[in-house]
C-alpha cells in the first residue's frame, strides 16, 4: 500500500532501498538514540530488517515503509508500523527514521499522522505506541504533535542508581481519542489532557529511534 502526505510518499520497503538504509543507519548522529552512534551493517539490514518487514506486511498489512520526496523522489528515511506478538489487543508500534538532513521541518509528524490514520481506519488498531529514550526531545514532541500522550516511562539500571536520563518513553494514542487528535493536529492547537505515566524498572534495552 502506497500512502502520500503533502510532501512525501511512502512505499513498502523493497531491496532496492538497502543502500539508501545503509546510508541513514552510517550517520552516527542519527544513530545516537538507537545504538550509541554504531551504524547498523548492509547484512543485517538485508537478512533481518527486510525479511521482518516483509512479514509484518504479509500477515498484517504492516511493517516499513521508504519516505521519498513526492516532487523529487529523494529518500528520506523511513516509517514502520510493527504488530506486537504476546499483545492480547489490536494494536500496533510506530517507529521511523529519517535523514538528518530533513530534521526540523515536520516530515516525521507528517509521515507518523499518515501511519496513525491507517492504523485506525483500515488496520482496525485501538492502540498505537511508541517508544524513544528520555533525552530524545525532539522525538517526543513529535508524538505529542500527533496526539500521543505519555504512558509509561521504564527506567534502567543506570537511572535507577545514577540518575543518568537514559531510561526509556512510552506514548500512546487510543482509537477513542483519535478523532479529537485529527482535528486538533489539522487545525494546529496543542493537544491536552496528559495523564501520569506508569514508571517501571527494567533494564536497558535497544530502541528504535524517532528523529524529527
Known sequence: MILETARLRLRPVTGSDVGALV????????????????PTSREVIEGWVLPRAEAERRAHNTGMWTAVDRDAGHFRGWFAL???????????????????EVWGRGLATE????????????????????????ANIASRRVMEKIGMRLSAIHLCDEDILFGSGSG???????????????????????FA????????????????????
Not at 23 to 38: E, H, I, Q, T
Not at 82 to 100: A, C, G, I, N, Q
Not at 111 to 125: D, I, P, Y
Not at 195 to 210: C, E, F, N, S, W
Open 193 to 212: 489532557g496528559q495523564t501520569h505515566p506508569q514508571v517501571t524498572a527494567r533494564a536497558r534495552h535497544a530502541v528504535g529511534d524517532l528523529t524529527a
Open 82 to 100: 510493527r504488530t506486537p506478538r504476546h499483545s492480547h489487543r489490536p494494536e500496533v508500534e510506530l517507529s521511523y527514521r529519517l535523514t538528518r
Open 23 to 38: 546510508g541513514l543507519d552510517s550517520d552516527p548522529v542519527v544513530m545516537r538514540y538507537v545504538s550509541g552512534g554504531v
Open 168 to 190: 526509556e518513553v512510552e506514548y500512546e494514542l487510543l482509537h477513542s481519542h483519535w478523532e479529537t487528535t485529527t482535528m486538533a493536529w489539522f487545525q494546529g492547537r496543542p
Open 111 to 134: 509521515g507518523a499522522h499518515a501511519l496513525l490514520t491507517l492504523s485506525f481506519r483500515e488496520l482496525g488498531a485501538e492502540r498505537v505506541f511508541a517508544s524513544t529514550m528520555a
